[in-house]
């Protein structure tokens, strides 16, 4: 049998591992710790969504947490997290498809958030002020380009967003990612938290096609009193900010239905989107069907939460670690799922997406580190139990 067509656990532990020591200034030369086993500990963190403390204790024969945890202080620096972001950008971009570069690609940007429960001041945490949620205001915060192609969604570029850097900087340093892949640029789809004055501007500028959700916001005015009528329409809109600042955009205001009629579990009832238009000329039902586009990015989201491992650290730069890492780990399974799931046919080669899921994946690590350092399947009591 052919070993290339074979994907076994060893080959994704080994596969993934491969890459962080590739591109992560990553090392451990301790007698009991290694290199090895400092990425080992990390990916079953992700792969486990769990803690250095609960890896460590599940598996036997991994290093001290307390050793793996000053290993990480000592590299993993807040004055070195630049050179940690550039280093997992060249590491999500190390095996894209040549596919990407076939013809101009929709590309989406969003801001993803992990709440902090911490105590540190701002400027050492580097923890950003969000919409209060989870119990509260403070947030790490990271920035992602993500691109979906032929159903394969791969993430372009992530960014730590540090206190005070501006939203149009964020755009601008993705742009340049992704400008610099040489992926050509077809449009641009911005999540709602991009709508901003400073960003249309920016955009328009810069004369890049860009969809952005806008958020409803007022009780009688504002853009709330734009959903109105029982059908989708084309309008103008004047946006006001600080400082007397003022822009009027294009708008499609989109009248759309809940799921109900597909989930059967709510009653079925209409609602409202609306959309910023910049460079673009579409009806509101061709805004409709773009943005739904954004779905699949979405789901990719979610599936970052699944390989994302949990902290209680202060360390900014082990934080934003753990969320880039989930990050790249999904990459790396749409890779793999490509290759190894295919079915031939006519017309073209199939998916068969049930076959590696991301579950599935995870497991690979998690079982492949436990079979190398084996794992705890009993315990024994040390008195007779009264019963």
């Given at each position: 049998m052919n070993d290339n067509l074979t994907l076994t656990d060893k080959k994704v532990l080994e596969d993934s591992r491969a890459l962080l020591e590739h591109h992560l200034d990553l090392h451990?030369?301790?007698?009991?710790c290694a290199t090895e086993d400092l990425l080992n500990v990390l990916l079953a963190v992700a792969a486990d969504q769990g803690t250095i403390e609960s890896v460590c204790a599940d598996l036997v024969a991994t290093p001290n947490?307390?050793?793996?945890?000053?290993?990480?202080?000592?590299?993993?620096?807040?004055?070195?997290?630049?050179?940690l972001e550039a280093a997992l950008n060249q590491a999500l971009v190390a095996k894209l498809p040549p596919r990407l570069w076939r013809r101009r690609q929709d590309v989406a940007m969003d801001f993803h958030d992990r709440p902090y429960y911490g105590k540190s001041p701002q400027?050492?945490?580097?923890?950003?002020?969000g919409q209060a949620k989870d119990g509260t205001t403070r947030f790490y915060r990271v920035a992602t380009a993500y691109i979906l192609v032929k159903n394969l969604r791969f993430t372009l570029g992530i960014r730590f967003v540090f206190p005070g850097i501006s939203k149009v900087d964020v755009v601008r340093q993705l742009l340049h990612q992704v400008q610099d892949l040489e992926i050509p640029l077809y449009r641009l789809l911005l999540d709602r938290g991009f709508a901003s004055i400073e960003v249309q501007e920016f955009l328009a500028q810069q004369k890049i096609p860009a969809l952005i959700a806008c958020p409803i916001r007022g009780k009688h005015g504002g853009t709330r009193a734009l959903c109105q009528g029982r059908r989708s329409y084309?309008?103008?809109h004047t946006f006001k900010g600080a400082n007397n600042k003022s822009r009027t955009a294009e708008l499609a205001v989109c009248r759309t239905f809940t799921s109900a009629k597909r989930t059967k579990r709510l009653k079925r009832r209409a609602t409202w989107l609306i959309f910023i238009l910049i460079h673009l000329d579409l009806s509101p039902r061709q805004v409709r069907r773009l943005y739904r586009r954004r779905f699949g990015i979405e789901?990719?989201?979610?599936?970052?939460?699944?390989?994302?491992?949990w902290t209680t650290s202060p360390n900014p730069a082990y934080r934003f670690l753990l969320m880039a890492l989930g990050v790249l780990l999904v990459n790396i399974w749409t890779l793999f799922?490509?290759?190894f799931t295919q079915r031939p046919r006519r017309g073209g080669r199939l998916l068969d997406v049930h076959k590696f899921q991301l579950d599935r994946f995870a497991k690979f690590i998690v079982r492949a580190l436990q079979q190398h350092y084996g794992y705890i399947h009993e315990i024994k009591a040390v008195v007779e139990p009264l019963l």
């Open positions: 451990a030369q301790g007698y009991k947490p307390e050793t793996i945890r000053q290993y990480i202080n000592e590299q993993l620096c807040v004055e070195e997290l630049l050179q400027e050492k945490g580097l923890w950003v002020r084309r309008t103008q789901t990719s989201y979610r599936c970052a939460a699944k390989v994302r491992g799922r490509w290759a």
